[in-house]
């Protein structure tokens, strides 16, 4: 529906704009914010649930919607520190993220506030892990508490869609100038959708946001300016005192911009959203989706003569205490839901933000409950708000609550059902063919193996059990198994976050049949290294006998060796024996298809849509296995599963170096079916192609030295990139007439990798 435009006399007073009803979800009403808005600058990095805001926006782009240029970051980290110099350059700039991604930037976060440059930021909330669950609670919310963000909640997808327009303007108002958090909550509020109502025309949403302010800026040649000066003590006071003072004129410049926004939209935010709390004796206090869950409750209290009612803030940064007191006033018993603890401190952050507030009311105060709940995502009902209003009716005629703080949904253990391994522990001797014998070359110092025919190893087990949730044609786990056809007795495998993880350990069950270890994207390299020390000096205080045969083995992928690329360099120049092996799947599939930087160049993902305004991925694929050698590790390796023979030789290399030298490092080229829009059967003749186009080369630099270990020239085996190509249907648009430039790119960059790995290979000091 449209609301129509109100004609004005005399007086100019401020009218509603054009709006249509829209039905979409949270994520979908940020992005379609930031583009009415037409920010300058978005740096990204996907974690779920906020990556499709980046999606979103792409798909827009493609289409021609905004002019937003979206830079693909290494990681959160990466893509804080592109909001901050855009920023600095006096961009517009805006940015989503989630969970373990927030932390990861979170030291860049009062650093922007610090030096007072203006962004918007959506943080979609997620449970911050360990253990790892992607679903909704506020464990990230609580970690910007004190990072000098003006932080505004939404309930709603329409609320995410106001307040990242409203959002903009508090930003950047001359008495604020701070950047800002708009916080909502993951697959409640971000994926499913609702009736919204957005402004027909964008015009209506930049005239509101209004023009840019002339802020200082690092380009601005006439007026040069230092950003973030060293500072010593008297001089951090004034300033922190001026950020403070700022933050809590953020407060009274929300009311300000909220009333201007009503007049325009004809919807109110104020400081608190207030549900039937005008006499209550018995209040919820929820951030949020569940305080939209608690208002039914509320009315069938009322209906029986209870008076009931939630209060919900639209801003808790800063605190909106003044309006909480008056609020409360009248109030008996008061319960203080969240969904993030504050360990040890007897009640989460808020809680206690309302207890001070509360402090300074003259005369009968709430008695005050703190609940934890609804963590990992866990769903909360109309019965579990009437569990919560009991707790206040019994505290309101107890006159005290029994237990002031608690959890609220755990359940006790039951010891009868106690968990059983599904199949029996295997120990390193199941694991040794007998078969594999790696040698020392004297003549070269090189390494000399013999491998069996393959069928005389199918009879050595499979390193994980089947169960485990892999899409039908991925080629993780073929990938991964041939590899450990060529390794011999125990293992223990890092897995960082990635497809391979998620599809393997879903609790209370997994498919690894040895030890086993999870951390993060960026840090699972440095994490087995701490292992590997541990094992090895363990060892040698004689704490533990176990065989000397052990392998360290890191599994990543799904991106990881972009995010994770500092860590595995670190590994790499500090020379821990452990394996370091990437399947390659060219994108993070995990979260959803996003580009990563070993995507290739004009490839589709979620992230490099295909339309009139792009064609894919605008830059080519890393050189991983390259970066890699430079940091001069004993031995670097490629391998697919299409060359078997060729991949188990080069594990059991892996395994010696590893064991007797230093730090390894392989990628295997693996199928994503899914995301590449390939036939689940055809893996196998996708990866051959990959190798006989030369796009993905089959080599070992062993020693510093490059040896290519199947040659298409040589064999008469070499292919066109078109027939790799065509098998894929992200980019078969590369084959059409009208992108013959870009394949031509494409062509002449493959061409040049591999004439420089033929040099090397010709030249062993190159």
């Known amino acids: 529906m449209n609301v129509q435009i109100k004609e004005t006399t005399e007086e100019q007073v401020p009218v ?26 978005m740096g990204y990095f996907p974690i779920t649930p906020s990556t499709e805001i980046a999606q979103y926006l792409d798909m827009m782009r493609t289409r ?104 903009l303007r508090i930003a950047e108002h001359e008495d604020v100038r701070l950047p800002v958090i708009v916080a909502y909550d993951g697959f409640f509020t971000s994926h499913q959708k609702r009736r919204v109502q957005i402004f027909t025309d964008r015009d209506t949403v930049r005239d509101f946001v209004g023009e840019q302010p002339e802020f200082p800026h690092v380009l601005d040649e006439n007026k040069p300016i230092v950003v973030g000066a060293y500072m010593n003590g008297e001089d951090l006071m004034n300033n922190h005192f001026q950020q403070s003072n700022a933050m809590y004129r953020a407060g009274e410049v929300f009311k300000e911009v909220a009333e201007e926004y009503a007049a325009l939209s004809g919807r109110s935010y104020s400081p608190l959203d207030l549900y039937r709390m005008e006499d209550a004796e018995v209040a919820l206090f929820l951030l949020n989706s569940a305080a939209e869950s608690s208002k039914d ?81 866990k769903d909360f009902y109309a019965d579990d708000a009437e569990a919560f209003f009991a707790l206040t009716l019994e505290a309101m005629e107890l006159g005290y609550a029994k237990v002031p703080f608690d959890y609220y949904g755990q359940t006790p253990g039951n010891e009868a059902q106690k968990l ?129 045969d052990f392998t360290f083995v890191m599994v990543t992928g799904d991106g990881g060796m972009d995010i994770g690329m500092g860590s595995a360099i670190g590994t790499a120049l500090r020379g821990h024996n452990l394996i370091i092996l990437e399947y390659d799947n060219e994108g993070y599939m995990n979260t959803g298809a996003q580009l990563s930087y070993s995507t290739p160049l004009g490839h589709m ?81 996708i990866v051959r192609a990959a190798v006989n186009s030369c796009f993905f080369p089959l080599y070992e630099v062993e020693q510093g030295q490059t040896n290519i270990t199947y040659d298409p020239d040589g064999k008469n085996k070499r292919v066109a990139l078109g027939d790799w190509l065509k098998y894929m249907g992200k980019s078969r648009h590369l084959l059409k007439e009208e992108n013959k430039e870009l394949l031509g790119e494409f062509e002449r960059e493959v061409e040049r990798r591999w004439s420089i790995l033929k040099a090397k290979h010709e030249n062993p000091l190159l």
Not at 149 to 166: E, G
Not at 349 to 366: C, F, M, S, W, Y
Not at 638 to 648: K, M, R, S
């Open 16 to 41: 509603m704009a054009a709006q249509q009803a829209v039905f979409e979800s949270g994520n979908e009403m940020a992005a379609m914010a930031a583009a009415q808005i037409n920010y300058h600058i």
């Open 420 to 548: 059983q391994p599904v199949i029996a522990p295997m120990n390193g001797d199941s694991f040794k063919s007998g078969l594999i014998t790696v040698k020392v070359d004297e003549a070269t110092s090189k390494l000399s193996v013999k491998v069996p025919p393959m069928r005389a190893l199918a009879a050595k087990p499979k390193r994980f059990a089947s169960g485990h949730g892999a899409c039908p044609g991925c080629g993780i786990f073929p990938g991964l198994e041939l590899f450990f056809k060529g390794i011999e007795g125990n293992v223990v495998t890092l897995f960082h976050t990635g497809c391979a993880y998620i599809t393997t350990t879903g609790y209370p069950y997994n498919s690894h049949k040895q030890s086993f270890i999870h951390n993060l994207f960026q840090n699972g390299p440095a994490t087995l290294s701490g292992t590997v020390e541990a094992f090895l000096e363990r060892k040698r205080r004689g704490e533990i006998e176990v065989p000397e």
């Open 605 to 685: 993902t979620s992230t490099s849509g295909v339309g009139k305004q792009q064609q894919g991925k605008p830059f080519h694929h890393k050189d991983t296995v390259q970066m890699m050698a430079a940091a001069h590790i004993p031995y670097v390796f490629t391998g697919t599963e299409a060359f078997p023979q060729d991949l188990v030789k080069k594990a059991a290399k892996a395994q010696w170096y590893a064991q007797n030298v230093g730090t390894v490092y392989g990628k295997l080229l693996i199928t994503c079916p899914l995301n590449w829009k390939s036939d689940d059967k055809e893996g196998e003749n």
């Open 64 to 167: 021609g919607e905004h002019d937003i240029k979206l830079i693909p970051a290494d990681g959160e980290h990466g893509s804080a520190g592109i909001c901050y110099g855009a920023a600095a350059a006096g961009a517009r700039v805006f940015n989503a993220t989630s969970a373990n991604g927030f932390l990861y930037m979170i030291e860049q976060l009062p650093v922007q506030a610090g030096t007072r440059f203006p962004m918007v930021m959506n943080l979609v909330t997620r449970a911050v892990s360990g253990p790892l669950d992607i679903r909704g609670d506020h464990s990230d919310l609580y970690y910007g508490l004190n990072t000098g963000w003006v932080i505004l909640t939404a309930r709603s997808p329409q609320a995410v869609y106001d307040m990242n327009i409203m959002a």
């Open 297 to 377: 409750v509320v009315d069938r209290l009322r209906a029986q003569g209870i008076k009931a009612g939630v209060i919900s803030p639209n801003i808790i940064r800063p605190f909106p205490a003044k309006e909480i007191r008056e609020a409360l006033a009248g109030v008996k018993a008061l319960l203080v839901g969240e969904r993030a603890d504050s360990y040890g401190a007897e009640g989460a952050n808020l809680t206690h933000e309302v207890k001070a507030a509360l402090q300074e009311i003259r005369g009968p105060q709430p008695i005050v409950l703190s609940r934890i709940f609804g963590l990992g995502g």
